[in-house]
């Protein structure tokens, strides 16, 4: 027999409500059940009268996913994500944990306006072509991981979108990429560090390979540091990368 209940993974967007997809917001007024990260709760926090609200800390995925689902079995359930809910958000673990239950869940992901898709819109157009995103946390991945795949697209010509590039605990990764990356890369290779995209206090700095360690303490893990390719250029405190127009038509 078919469940009656349905689970929701919403990817709410980068932080401001009006930055949220209309099918984002629409899944949450219809859910009976919200779970989620305290932080994001509050982003979405106006939107929520009226529902039973599920809050826990980061580091507790694995439970907020088993409990989402348990409770879709009979309830209508939104379990959110910040950004969009399938790029290093809730969605992968949900689909595992409900692989590892192997019952039957009716489950819909809703996605978001990712934070790399919101921070390059604040700098212009430095993700215009190819692009590579690499998250700096050790925690889920090894280190050694990390640098591999650091290396392999820096010494592409893939733009690139660094996550999670500094904690207090991890205050070393950021640097430590930014070496990698320099083997590779131009010293201007223009550098865009995106700190609380579409949330209270936004600040963005456009710099260059060369110089970005000058603003190391401007990155944490609330900050998107995104480089340019061979032909990305910074204009008027923008990043241009080049889509390829200028060799076929004249601009």
């Known amino acids: 027999m078919r469940s009656q209940g349905k689970l929701y993974i919403v990817g709410i967007g980068p932080g401001a409500i009006e930055e949220m997809t209309i099918k984002a917001r629409d899944a949450l007024l219809t ?3 919200i779970i989620g990260n305290k932080s994001y709760i509050n982003l ?8 039973e609200i599920i809050e826990s800390s980061m580091g507790k995925e694995v439970e907020r996913a ?23 958000g809730m969605a ?15 489950i819909e992901v809703i996605s978001g306006v990712s934070s790399v898709s919101a921070s390059s819109s604040r700098i212009g157009a430095p993700l215009n072509n190819d692009f590579a995103v690499v998250s700096l946390s050790d925690l889920l991945t090894p280190w050694e991981m990390i640098e591999e795949n650091l290396s392999a697209v820096a010494s592409s010509n893939f733009c690139i979108a660094l996550y999670n ?6 205050n070393e990764n950021f640097k430590k990429s930014i070496e990698i990356i ?9 550098v865009g560090i995106i700190r609380n995209c579409s949330r209270e206090g936004e600040a963005f700095v456009v710099t260059t390979l060369k110089e970005v360690l000058k603003f190391d303490d401007c990155v944490d893990m609330h900050t998107t540091v995104l480089i340019g390719n061979r032909e990305s250029r910074i204009w008027k405190n923008r990043i241009i990368t080049p889509r390829g127009y200028h060799r076929k038509y004249r601009i």
């Open 92 to 106: 992968g673990i949900v689909f595992e944990i409900a692989e590892s239950m192997d019952d039957h869940f009716e």
């Open 66 to 88: 088993r409990k989402a689902l348990l409770l879709s079995k009979d309830n209508i359930v939104s379990i959110i994500s910040g950004g969009d809910a399938h790029v290093y």
């Open 182 to 190: 320099k083997r590779y890369r131009d010293a201007d290779t223009p």
């Open 165 to 170: 590039p500094k904690s207090q605990r991890r």
């Open 44 to 51: 979405v926090r106006k939107l929520l009268d009226g529902k």
């Open 31 to 33: 859910s009976d059940i």
